[in-house]
């Protein structure tokens, strides 16, 4: 890359923009950030870091890197879990995943909550160039969460979860946390698209965490087509359409909504997650080597029956499989 090409990638990164709007709550910007040609990191444009608790339910608290200041004047619980949300392309911390686990998290309560913010670093129609930052936010998070461990924060404590190019990030900060090794992260239907040729360290996989768990919703398409973790659930076989994501279903439920039609079976992770956190009994799954299998009743009996998300087993191992409703509430116990 030219001295001059270099230059002018990071006069654009250090405009206050670029413009951007928000297309039914979609963030869309005039021009790509890339983050591999110019590598100074904005702490609150580029990637901030929001904590909210059950004392600031509404209002975020930043937290920076090496900032004790900030993080004394915080909320923030030494003697709490910690669960750090990435949000997917075209998102932000501000957007329905996020508000959603957010919520859901608040209302058990005891809970330290991080919602990562880059939707500079992660807007669209940028693909491309969202699916590389992925690598500079995941890095990026694992030093915040190297300073947290060094104030006092309970590494085992800790949970990551991200949603598409989220799972992503939340792969590449476990495999770069240097105080210790990340408990668990959960992958939302790990984004798929250039993920599939790329190398494990650029993505989720199950050396990035003690436990990881994924959950498939639009595997093929828009999500990644393989396990990824030491156990991959794959609700209504993991693929699109899930139940009440048909054309005709999403124009009679959100008929203004355009994303709604192209994302309906994607968001179904974070959505069945969001209602695992407050259902102690939901979403039972069934150890199988395919879906047909699991239709069949022809499933494993050396492996322990599970709940899909916030209440899995940490012995499940491998395939598992089971049906949900179309509509919320989604899980059928």
Known sequence: MAVSDFLFVCLLSALPGPPRISVDDAILQLFPI???KCHKIDPIRDIAFQLYTVHNPLQPQNLIIDDDKLLAESHFNFSQPTVFYFHAFFESSSTLSATL???????RGGYNIILLNAPRLEAGPWYYTAARNTEI???YTAK???YLVSRGMYLPSLHLIGLSLGAQMAGVCGANVKSGRVFRITGLDPAGPLFKKWPKHLRLDSSDAEFVDAIHTDAGIFGFPRNVGHVDFWPNK???PQPGCTKIEVKRTTPDNTLALIFCSHWRAYQFYAESVV???GFVSVPCESWQDYLDGDCRADLPITNMGFYVDYSAK???FLKTNAQSPFSME
């Open 34 to 36: 890339n983050k591999h």
């Open 101 to 107: 686990i957010k919520t859901a998290y608040l209302q």
């Open 137 to 139: 936010v995941g890095q």
């Open 144 to 146: 915040l969460i190297d």
């Open 238 to 240: 993991g693929i699109s």
């Open 279 to 281: 259902n102690p009994h």
């Open 318 to 320: 491998g395939n598992y």
